[in-house]
């Protein structure tokens, strides 16, 4: 995605403006280090492209930017659920509409801060009170924090995932590492070598992941590393061809040049006192 090309509405300092994408707002950040976009709709990364490089995130060239349903691509904030654990399927922030909170910058790069909290539509799908932020830390390496609060009075119970889709040459060619010795696939618990490449559509949970995951991806001759807090598996996703061409948000062959690599709560096993936090973090870098 060119961020640059997206027309202006707002200019907050000298490295962050408020642009349109379609029906949406997105701050985008044009910096030394790196451009990046961010949808209010969702908190939603669309791309980060450090200098000199190309963008380390994946946006479908189908993606559905009306505001009605997920985006397709970047990275989908998951909670407080991940997958369909309940309905909707991976949770409601991914469809809500987030608040610039606050931005800042220096010569190494910028923070942005989006915030969420329950109202009358959150609380409709799951009834409780709570503060979450998102902090999108861009570099010359993208750091997303998603940090949850219990503002209410009684415990609540989440998971969720910062669900990245990577760019990458050719996913034929792509070899995901660092995974550990076993992972869930439909529900069965299968031994694992600790990496996978791609031949067929994979969903896994990997719940003994390294906490750096790293991602070869010959095709465009680089190395990338997926490091992650707070969470308790790493999930990886290609739908290969027969389910990329049943989702309307996709092109047919593109499943060929992404693959997600999601820090994730899976099976919602944080529990959060009143007045508790939960950080959930992944840090994109590419060699
Ligand atoms: O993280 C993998 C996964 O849960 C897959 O099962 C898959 O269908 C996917 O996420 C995408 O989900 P979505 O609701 O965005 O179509």
Redesign the pocket.
């Known amino acids: 995605m060119d961020v640059k090309q997206l027309p202006t509405t707002a200019v907050l300092s000298d490295f962050v403006t408020v642009c349109e994408l379609d029906g949406l707002k997105v701050v985008r950040v044009i910096h030394p280090k790196a451009t990046a976009a961010i949808s209010l709709f969702g908190a939603h990364v669309l791309s980060f492209q450090p200098a000199g490089k190309k963008d380390l995130i994946w946006m479908s060239e189908k993606a559905d930017f009306s505001g009605t349903k ?1 985006i ?1 691509g970047g990275i ?1 904030v998951c909670w407080p659920w ?2 369909k654990a309940a309905e909707p ?2 949770g409601f922030a991914r469809n809500s509409i987030w608040t610039l909170n606050e931005h800042r910058e220096n010569e190494e790069g910028v923070i942005i801060s989006l915030t969420l909290e329950d109202s009358a539509e959150t609380r409709a799908i799951w009834p409780h009170a709570f503060h979450a932020e998102l902090l999108i830390e861009v570099t010359d390496t993208l750091k997303v924090s998603l940090v949850s609060t219990n503002t209410g009075e009684s415990d609540i119970v989440i998971g969720g ?1 910062l ?1 990245t889709y990577l760019n990458i040459g050719d996913v034929t060619e792509t070899i995901v590492s660092e995974l550990g010795n076993e992972f869930i696939e439909a529900g069965e618990r299968k031994p694992s070598t600790g990496n996978t490449g791609f031949d067929q559509e994979v ?1 896994r949970i990997y719940p003994h992941a390294a906490e750096t995951v790293v991602i070869e991806d010959p095709a465009y001759q680089r190395r990338m590393t997926v490091t992650n807090s707070g969470n308790n598996a790493v ?1 990886v ?1 290609n ?1 290969w061809e027969a389910l990329s061409i049943s ?1 309307g948000d996709m092109a047919d062959d593109s499943y060929k040049t992404m693959v ?1 690599v ?1 820090s994730t709560v899976y099976d919602r096993s944080v529990t959060l006192a009143a007045g508790e936090k939960h950080t959930l973090t992944t840090l994109i870098a590419c060699q």
């Open positions: 997920a397709r989908p991940f997958g399927s991976h995932a669900h969903d999930v996703w739908p989702m997600c999601e």
